[in-house]
C-alpha cells in the first residue's frame, strides 16, 4: 500500500454513500462486487473503526477482494478515490493522454488506467476549475489532429497498463494478427520438369516404354512441408493478464487458414499442464477460451514450471515433436518447484525442437538482469529469448522464427550471468 496523508472522515459524513460509490467503481474497474459486498464492508467498517488507515484499507480489501489479480486495481482505486488529494487531475492526465501536468510525474502504474477509467463513468471533459479566483468554469479543449491513431498507440502499450476499453480494443487487433513460417525443405522429393535433382529411375522406366531409347532425363524437386507449433503458455497468477492476450493471439493463429503451420497445438501450465488445443478449435474466441479456463483448474496459482515441463516432455514430447516442431514458451520463469531440475527438462525440450523461442514479459524492463533461479536455469537452453508485453513484441514473432540466426536478448543476457 503506498504512502499518503491521513485519512480524515467527518464525524457527519456519509460512510455508506462513499462505500457504495466506492463498490460502483471497482465493479466498473472489473472485480465481482454486488450489493451482498457492500453491506458487508459498511458493517466492517462500522466495527473497526478509523484509528487506523492500514486498518481502513484491509478491512475494505477483505470485504471486496477475492482473488489475485484484483489486488492491484483494488489498490489504485483506494488511492485515487479515498486518499489522494490530487486524484481527479490525476485520473484526467491518465484518461487523456494529451494534456500535459500530473501525468508527466511519473508514468502509470499497473492496473491505474482501469482504475481512473472506473472513478470517471460519466464525467465529461468539460471540468470546473478547481482554483478560486478564476473564471467559474474552464472547457478543456483537446486537438487530437496531430496525435498518433488509437492502435498505433496500443501497439507499443503494455498489456498491464490497458484499461477496459483499451484491452477490448487490442484483442480485436490480436485477431488480425498472423504468424508467418518458413517452410521446411524434406529429403523427400517429388517429379517437376524444373527439378534439379536427377530422377533416374523414373528416366529408366520412361526409356522402357519407348523401347530403351532415352528421349529426356527425369528430374525431381524437394517436397516443401510446414512445421508444427507448440505453443507452452503460462497461466500463473503473475502472468495473468499477459497470457490472456497471448491466448487470444493463439486463436487467432491457430483459425487463419493457409497461415503456414501444419497443426497448432497449445497447453497451459501453472501447477499441471493441461492441453487445450481442441478447444481453440472453436470458431468464437470468448466460447475457446471460456472452455479452455474451464479445462484449466490452476488459473492465476502457483507456478511449477519444472513439474509440467516434465510432464509435457514424458506424455506429448514424442507425439507432437517428431516432424520438427516449433515450440513458444510463454512465462515469466519465476519457478517455484524444487523437485524437478528445470535446466534438464528444458534441454530435453530444446533437443527435442527445431527452435525453441521463449517469450518472457519481464523483458518490458530495460534493467531486467536473470538473477532469479528459474531464468537462469532456462536461459542457456533456448534458441531464442524475446519479449512479450505488447501487440508490437508478438507482431516481431514473425520474424524470429523465420530467421535461423537471431536469438533476440539471448545472447546479451548469458554475457550477464557469465554464460
Known amino acids: 500500500m503506498s504512502e499518503s496523508a491521513a485519512l480524515d472522515i467527518p464525524e457527519d459524513g456519509k460512510l455508506a454513500a462513499n462505500i457504495t460509490h466506492f463498490a460502483r467503481a471497482l465493479r466498473k474497474a472489473g472485480l465481482k462486487v454486488g450489493p451482498g459486498r457492500v453491506v458487508e464492508a459498511v458493517r466492517a467498517v462500522e466495527a473497526a473503526g478509523f484509528t487506523e488507515r492500514r486498518d481502513f484499507f484491509w478491512v475494505l480489501h477483505a470485504c471486496f477482494v477475492s482473488r489475485p489479480e484484483e489486488r492491484a486495481v483494488f489498490a489504485q482505486v483506494f488511492r485515487l478515490y479515498w486518499r489522494d488529494p490530487r486524484y481527479l487531475e490525476h485520473m484526467m492526465s491518465l484518461m487523456l493522454p494529451a494534456i500535459r501536468g500530473v501525468q508527466e510525474e511519473r508514468p502509470a502504474a499497473a492496473a491505474e488506467k482501469r482504475a481512473a477509467e472506473a472513478l470517471l463513468d460519466g464525467i465529461t471533459r468539460d471540468l470546473p476549475e478547481m482554483g478560486e479566483g478564476e473564471d467559474d468554469e474552464v472547457r478543456i479543449e ?31 487487433m490480436i485477431r488480425r494478427l498472423s504468424l508467418p513460417v518458413r517452410p521446411l525443405v524434406s529429403r523427400r522429393t517429388m517429379a517437376d520438369p524444373r527439378g534439379r535433382i536427377a530422377d533416374w529411375r523414373g528416366t529408366m522406366r520412361v526409356a522402357m516404354r519407348r523401347g530403351g531409347e532415352v528421349a529426356a532425363l527425369q528430374v525431381r524437386k524437394r517436397r516443401r512441408r510446414w512445421p508444427n507449433l507448440v505453443v507452452l503458455c503460462d497461466i500463473s497468477g503473475s502472468m495473468s493478464q499477459y497470457s490472456r492476450m497471448v491466448l487470444h493471439f493463439l486463436h487467432a493463429v491457430a483459425n487463419r487458414k493457409g497461415a503456414g503451420w501444419a497443426k497448432v497445438h497449445a497447453f ?32 492465476e496459482g502457483g507456478t511449477r514450471i519444472g513439474a509440467c515441463l516434465h510432464a509435457f516432455n514424458r506424455d506429448w514430447s514424442r507425439r507432437m515433436m517428431g516432424q520438427g516442431a516449433v515450440v513458444l ?18 534441454e530435453r525440450l530444446q533437443l527435442s525442437s527445431r527452435r525453441l523461442v521463449w517469450i518472457n514479459p519481464l523483458l518490458r524492463w530495460d534493467g531486467f538482469v536473470p538473477k532469479a533461479r528459474g531464468i537462469a536455469a532456462m536461459l542457456p537452453h533456448v534458441d531464442c529469448f524475446r519479449a512479450g508485453h505488447s501487440i508490437a513484441t508478438l507482431e516481431a514473432l514473425g520474424e524470429a522464427l523465420s530467421t535461423a540466426h537471431g536469438d533476440g536478448e539471448k545472447a546479451r543476457l548469458m554475457r550477464l550471468i557469465g554464460g
Open 329 to 346: 514458451l510463454i512465462t515469466d520463469g519465476l519457478d517455484r518447484d524444487l523437485q524437478h531440475d528445470l535446466g534438464r527438462e528444458m
Open 142 to 172: 483537446i486537438d487530437a489532429s496531430q496525435t498518433a491513431s488509437e492502435e498505433e498507440r496500443l501497439r507499443s502499450l503494455d498489456f498491464e497498463l490497458m484499461s477496459v476499453a483499451e484491452t477490448a480494443v487490442a484483442k480485436r
Open 268 to 299: 497451459t501450465f501453472g501447477t499441471r499442464l493441461t492441453n487445450i488445443t481442441r478447444h481453440l478449435a472453436t470458431r468464437d474466441v470468448d466460447a475457446a477460451l471460456a472452455a479452455a479456463g474451464a479445462e484449466a483448474q490452476d488459473w
